[in-house]
T-cell receptor, first 116, second 110 residues
Framework: GAVVSQHPSWVICKSGTSVKIECRSL??????MFWYRQFPKQSLMLMAT?????????EQGVEKDKFLINHASLTLSTLTVTSAHPEDSSFYIC????????????FGPGTRLTVL | AQRVTQPEKLLSVFKGAPVELKCNYS??????LFWYVQYSRQRLQLLLR??SRESIKGFTADLNKGETSFHLKKPFAQEEDSAMYYC????????????FGAGTRLAVHP
């Protein structure tokens, strides 16, 4: 149990376009979802925390207008990278937990974004 | 500032040798510490957490508040232990807002 999926697993887009990444909890209700970013050979950096039905809380330095997060249901959160640029190319990973985050975080497989 | 430091990028050992992956943290409050593991081509998964005081796959980790450390240990490494290991700190209690270290790649050779 406790499986988290992400779609797509990889995406290539042109500079200036927007890309949406989905994160789904397949067999549990995720009250809280987290979005991380991982550069090559570096650690995961938390971008934002989203609770179902409320606005996401962004970490310092993360542009909320660039990285739009929606958590409309207990099983789905989306991250939209708006007007993507090459420097946005990265590995984006989501995690999900129940009980308002006070529970184990289960991680998705990640989405590799390449912006040309 | 909250920070997790894993000083070794790579730890290479032979099968059967003891393993210790180092983790030091900086946090002014009461920390919650975790070890996550990522096997090749797999997603990140929780290995163990300090509040459980459990042993998973032969690994243990003890929180040492005096030394602000949470080193991961295993007495006899196995080849299947080869993976990327991340130490993480929960900044606000529970499992919220994990702050990850840079990770240590463990390579266990036959």
């Amino acid at each position: 149990g406790a499986v988290v999926s992400q779609h797509p697993s990889w995406v290539i887009c042109k500079s200036g376009t927007s890309v949406k990444i989905e994160c789904r909890s397949l067999d549990f209700q995720a009250t809280t979802m987290f979005w991380y970013r991982q550069f090559p050979k570096q650690s995961l950096m938390l971008m934002a925390t989203s609770n179902e039905g409320s606005k996401a809380t962004y970490e310092q330095g993360v542009e909320k207008d660039k990285f739009l997060i929606n958590h409309a249901s207990l099983t789905l959160s989306t991250l939209t990278v708006t007007s993507a640029h090459p420097e946005d190319s990265s590995f984006y990973i989501c995690s999900a937990s129940g009980r308002s985050g006070a529970d184990t975080q289960y991680f998705g497989p990640g989405t590799r974004l390449t912006v040309l | 500032a909250q920070r997790v430091t894993q000083p070794e990028k790579l730890l290479s050992v032979f099968k059967g040798a003891p393993v210790e992956l180092k983790c030091n943290y900086s946090y002014s409050g009461s920390p919650e510490l975790f070890w996550y593991v990522q096997y090749s081509r797999q997603r990140l998964q929780l290995l163990l957490r300090h509040i459980s005081r459990e042993s998973i796959k032969g690994f243990t980790a003890d929180l040492n508040k005096g030394e602000t450390s949470f080193h991961l240990k295993k007495p006899f490494a196995q080849e299947e232990d080869s993976a990327m290991y991340y130490c993480a700190l929960s900044a606000s209690g529970g499992y919220n807002k994990l702050i990850f270290g840079a990770g240590t790649r463990l390579a266990v050779h036959p």
